[in-house]
């Protein structure tokens, strides 16, 4: 059976199977209702995770001066930057939240070569791409596309099957514990020196430890968005930056905002934090 967490008319998560558990953190559908003809500008942020993503209704084009044409099924790597998509008129979108470590042992791809970037999907997984970037499309439900991508993993998971690895421990470490960990502890907790650490850490995780962590921390105080009662200052402590200035220099580099801008006001493309 599948449960899911409503957010009214927008935003919806399907929890995986169990054998997926270790490398998909969740299915996700986001829609949004757009006059027709109007713009609509969606916003990624910095994220430590990687998604495959396809547009079953709409279409986006990538608004920064480097990005290549979007197509209708991505894969879209974990960042360290923020990205800005525009759409004329009302959008479906369903994903998949990975683990970066979902890169190499379900794909067999590097998770550092693939970081900051948003491939075709049809350009990294050939005919099975396309064949699986048509069914998806085609679904007639939300369960259906759970079930058909759920399906998909688990041959590629058994066709790949690898080990845990330290890397695959320290990342859900680091999750956990919201980016707020101590490198060089972490590593010798895994007995590991810390160049062994960092080489292996970024094979899987796409980024050094330090900068992942970095990445997950600014993803912890991106939650707090709606959270009233706490003051900015409140949630930079919170969060583990040692200074308000400290805060406000990460949070621009990772999502182009001023935290006073995003926390205050109603930024570009967070209705699906707003159910």
Known sequence: MIFLTWYPDM?????PPPQLARH??????????????????????????AEMVFHYKGLFSGLNTDDHPYHPAVLHAQSSRHRRFL?????????????????????????AAFSNHVPELA???STEGRFLQEQVMTAASHPQRVQILSRFLLERLHKRRQDETAAHVAIRHI???????NVTALASQICLSTRQFERKFKEFGGFS????SRIIRFQGALAEYGNTPRSMTDIAYACGYY?????????REFSGYH????????????????G
């Open 11 to 15: 935003y919806r998560t399907f929890p």
């Open 24 to 49: 998909v953190r969740m299915f996700w559908v986001f829609e949004h209702d757009v006059p027709q003809g109007e713009p609509y500008v969606y916003r990624s942020m910095a994220d430590g995770c």
């Open 87 to 111: 759409t004329h008129g009302s959008f479906g979108i369903f994903g998949a939240y990975l683990y970066p470590s979902a890169l190499p042992q379900l794909f067999g791809l590097s998770s």
């Open 123 to 125: 350009a990294v997984l």
């Open 175 to 181: 999750i956990a514990a919201k980016g707020q960990v």
């Open 209 to 212: 430890p330090k900068m992942y």
């Open 243 to 251: 200074d308000q200035s400290h805060f406000i220099h990460e949070f």
């Open 259 to 274: 935290p006073r801008q995003y926390f205050s006001g109603r930024p570009e493309g967070i209705e699906y934090r707003e």
